[in-house]
Nanobody
Framework: VRLVESGGGLVQTGGSLRLSCAASGPTFSNYVMGWFRQAPGKEREFVAQIGTSYSVTFYVDSVKGRFAISRDNAKNTVYLQMNSLKPGDTAVYYC??????????????????WGQGTRVTVSS
């Protein structure tokens, strides 16, 4: 599976961005999809996950109520809608894919495929 992120950029505090992650391959709907982020000097951090079923989502506490993950299996794309952005959200955002399993999906090691990342900068 090849993943390509887009939609990053520079935004002011309180602004919004929508990230997209386009996946190659005919089996996109079989993968659990996640978004991670990595700020300078920090480890890669889990942000959100969506299961193969559209209704199953999970978020890190710091983005609950502000971010929303969704997927369109017909377009082989997963999205991350980010609202009320804060300077602390500044990072490179990565999408990732994994096969369904008993893994929680909140660790980078749980995922099998990664995109190249898209940079999000939130100015104060």
């Amino acid at each position: 599976v090849r993943l390509v992120e887009s939609g990053g950029g520079l935004v002011q505090t309180g602004g919004s961005l929508r990230l997209s992650c386009a996946a190659s391959g005919p089996t996109f709907s079989n993968y659990v999809m996640g978004w991670f982020r990595q700020a300078p000097g920090k480890e890669r951090e889990f942000v959100a996950q969506i299961g193969t079923s559209y209704s199953v989502t999970f978020y890190v506490d710091s983005v609950k109520g502000r971010f929303a993950i969704s997927r369109d299996n017909a377009k082989n794309t997963v999205y991350l809608q980010m609202n009320s952005l804060k300077p602390g959200d500044t990072a490179v955002y990565y999408c990732a894919a994994r096969s369904p399993s008993l893994r929680a999906g909140i660790s980078p090691g749980d995922y099998d495929y990664w995109g190249q990342g898209t940079r999000v900068t939130v100015s104060s």
